[in-house]
């Protein structure tokens, strides 16, 4: 421990005697009175550094002699010799290294900056936040949009008919049978068309079945059944008034039932038939 603060005493001899001017004698006054706060100058070198540099300060004649080896000085204090060893020594290096954290502090004031930098980072976080809310709430708006639509454009129950399943015989029969469903006086127009063929297993649907998509579902079995034809009578109908208008046909088979296409069934595919009665 002796040792060391030899060391750290010569060490800081040196660093005076490179520093200051002793001929200035506030420049000793202040080294002096400092000395007296923190007592570092306590060995025989030091004492006899403090005299000296007082002596010079003071305009005293010196003997020249170094105060740590005794050879000469050519600043009256300390040779050249010394303050290179000392100043090239392992301890010095290493009190260098220690004063030199200062600088680290010097570094640390640079923490405002990165201190800036944190509250950006977080402040481009918070709007990454609220822009993703955002677009959350307009996913969710056009989610709530999309499932409102049916609503503007309902899908309606297929239209069937309240009548009995009777038989006709001639076009009149059948035409009286197609006016129960669409009359006159309700605002609808019946034309008879012509008389066709119709695939007989159209007529042997639910109401309501729409007969493009049954024959998606058809085995080949059922498809064999299914596609014998039989005799039609085929109405046109037509509703119109004011802004509204539907049109569509009727095909009506012997036994009187009846499948219908057109715009009779709001919602659903108007390009097929769908078994009306
Ligand atoms: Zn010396």
């Given amino acids: 421990m002796g040792d060391e603060k030899l060391k750290q005493e010569l060490l800081y001899m040196v660093k005076l005697a490179s520093k200051y001017d002793f001929t200035r004698m506030e420049v000793v006054e202040g080294i002096l009175r400092l000395e007296n706060e923190r007592q570092i100058l306590g060995s025989v070198f030091g004492k006899r550094f403090k005299a000296r540099i007082f002596d010079i300060a003071a305009g005293q004649a010196t003997d020249e002699k170094c105060v740590i080896c005794g050879k000469h000085a050519d600043n009256h204090v300390i040779c050249q010799h010394c303050i290179d060893t000392i100043g090239d020594s392992d301890y ?7 004063v030199e954290k200062p600088k680290l502090k010097l570094k640390f004031n640079i923490k405002p900056a990165v201190k800036i930098n944190l509250n950006l980072k977080s402040c481009l976080q918070v709007i990454a936040i609220i822009v993703l809310v955002l677009l959350l709430i307009f996913q969710i708006w056009i989610a709530i949009l999309w499932h409102s639509i049916p609503n503007y454009n309902p899908k309606e129950e297929p239209r069937n008919s309240s009548f009995e399943i009777t038989p006709v015989t001639s076009v009149d029969e059948a035409y ?24 007989v297993g159209r007529f042997d649907l639910k109401p309501g079945d729409c007969c493009l998509e049954i024959e998606e579902g058809l085995s080949d079995e059922e498809r064999y059944d299914y596609f014998f034809t039989e005799d039609v009578y085929i109405f046109y109908i037509s509703y119109l008034e004011n802004h509204t208008g539907k049109v569509g046909m009727a095909e009506i088979n012997g036994d009187g039932e ?5 715009s009779f069934n709001d919602g ?7 078994k009306f009665r």
């Avoid at 010095?92 to 220690?98: E, G, I, M």
């Avoid at 669409?182 to 119709?198: A, L």
């Avoid at 009846?258 to 057109?262: A, F, R, S, V, Y």
């Avoid at 659903?268 to 769908?274: A, Q, V, W």
Wanted: charged share 30%.
């Fill in 92 to 98: 010095a290096k290493s009190q260098f290294k220690t």
């Fill in 176 to 199: 009286a049978q197609i006016l129960l469903d669409f009359p006159e006086e309700e605002g609808y127009t019946v034309t008879f068309g012509r008389m066709d063929y119709e695939y």
């Fill in 258 to 262: 009846i499948i219908l296409e057109g």
């Fill in 268 to 274: 659903r595919r108007t390009d097929s038939f769908y």
